[in-house]
């Protein structure tokens, strides 16, 4: 092992200064590296927390990040330095190793500087440190250039490989390769015979969820789920290994990490199962029923570990693909009265953002909130199901399993949310979540309207306006408390929503077609039709909107579309926005709809809402919407609306990525889209 002097020689030359990173000037890196070449475990942990949150941050890459890879190799390459496996798993991280696509400007740099080190991988591959050796296999996909050189490494030391860990990275890494094209039909051919062959009940099962998200390949068989559960069983029977605690903190994110890995392995027997529970429901992708079935034998398991790891692989099936959900909801309801305490708050997770898929568990929701303790800080709320979630900042919020079972839209929460209502330090949300009831909810309106008097200027008053809007015309008493609030958007839509009945506010809403905040304006415009039968009031406002930004005229559009053959007059200036350049298509799709609305043209209209359709993806529910209004007028929609219904993955889906509407949101589609067939189809 060198002396950190002469290992990180040169260091200070380089005008560290001269550059930044995510959190200013780079000059502390010198000091960073020393850090992570230290022999203190806390002192390293600390320099790449900073190492991952400045020079890298959230994958960022710099100019001091290339800089900093010529250091870093040295470190890795330092036999006998505590800490290399993480400088090793850094250095994959700053090559992109994760990302098979191809790179530019800084991370190509970055990902050449990382793959030059080949020659140094392939000594590691076989270095004394099993830690050392886990870590390699991971950093190779960088180098693409290498890819048969690097299967060939790994396959061999496969052979040799006694430390379980580094096998099953192995095997992780060539799958990879394999999956990404970059190694022959054999790779295939030597996974299927670890799986069906290797001693190692780890490495088999490792293997197979490699072999589920491997392309087909003649010759190698489907993974079978029936498999699956056999080599899971050996896997929690057999144990997993326990890695002792680091026996020191950080006050840093990946120190926080760490302790919360090592408070979810205590008490376990096989603490890495959860990871090959994920791999393996990952790896079947779109073969929904059968991930279905092993995440429903592993929730119905008399073992609480594999409960536990089923829980939020079958959250992110839910949330990425659709199916029929019903059989495995109503198992994660049932683990809200789990005899394991941790499984309550990880099934409130799941259910908490469903909505109506989350009826199956209406139940144990509703029994659990009846038991559970009415208000709780964040700090201490695990196992509970507190109706409201008091935070350490910022407002209250709405209890998830409160949340759960209103988005299932089950009466039984109504009275709950009351209570949220009436209580002085009244969450933030409530309102969206009595909105969800529309006018079912007209009991609370007497409460909204006190509350709304007592409410002083936040974000609170519009999302009760929100609630009381969709209640339609049953929340009419409340015109009086609304027109007494500031306006806003949410209260001029309030009093739309409520109709004729609302018409004492006619004056207000002349004042406000004239408010400098454009949504209020447009909102008004909207309202002085729907409240007054005013057209030619709300014409006016589309016609200085018109000739506005983009926003404004998308307002205008959306207003013109609800006048209907009112608007007629303006068919020629919605052809025109047609073809305005618009990446996003909310305005074509507008003006579209408009000229549906008002004049029932479709030869113009039809080509816009399918070129739209396709470019983006969150416009689909809309214009199926238009498509239903248009019937048989749009029977060259039907394929594209097939087609959609076809889909196993929810339109909205992103491949690492997560929104709490994501499945309400692609629900409301699919019932879109199935109204839309029906009416196109005659």
Known sequence: MMDVGELLAGVDEVRWSRMRHAYGPAAEVPELLRDLADADPAVRETALDAMYGGIHH?????????????????????????????VVGLLASIGGADDPEPRTGLYRRARQSVAAGYPLWSALAHDPDPQVRAAVPAVLPVCAEQATDCVDLLRARFVME???RVRVAIVEAVAEFAKRGTATQATGVWIADLLARDEDVQVRITALAASARLPAQPGLPPVRVQTALELLDAVYTQETPVADPAGFTTGTLLGSIRRLREASAAGRRAPQADQLVRAISNGLADRVD??????????????WERRIDAVFPAGNLIDGWRGSYGQIVALIGDRLHDDHPGLRPRATQVLENLGELARPAADPLFAGLSQSLRVAHHARRTGQLPWVVEWPQG???????????????DLRALPMLQWVLER????RDVGQLIAGYGDEAAQLVPVIRR????????????????????????AADAVPDLLKLPASSAVVRALTAVGPAAASAMPWLREQVAASDRLVAAAAAEALHAVGGDAAGALAVYDRFLTGDVYEQRAAVDGLGRLGPQAAPYAGRLRKLLRRKDPYGWLRLGAARALWQAVGETSAVT????????????TRTAIARVWSEMGRAAADA???????????RRHNAVEGGYGSAQVVDDERLLRACRAALTAVAG
């Open 607 to 618: 080509p816009v809402l399918e070129g739209v359709w396709d470019a983006n993806p969150h």
């Open 451 to 474: 509350r709304l008097r007592k409410l002083r200027d936040d974000e609170r008053r519009d999302d009760l306006a929100h609630a009381l809007a969709a209640m339609g015309p049953a």
């Open 290 to 303: 059968d991930r279905v079935a092993l995440l429903s034998a592993l929730l119905a398991s008399s073992d």
């Open 638 to 648: 039907e394929p594209l609306i097939e087609a959609e219904l076809s889909r196993v």
């Open 395 to 409: 407002l209250p919020t709405v209890g998830p399993a409160l949340r759960a079972l209103a988005g299932a839209g």
């Open 58 to 86: 959230q994958g960022d890459v710099y100019a001091c990040t290339i800089e900093v890879i010529p250091f870093l190799l040295r470190i890795a390459a330092d036999a006998g330095r505590p800490g290399r496996a993480e």
């Open 424 to 427: 002085d330090q009244m969450p």
């Open 162 to 164: 006694e430390d379980p």
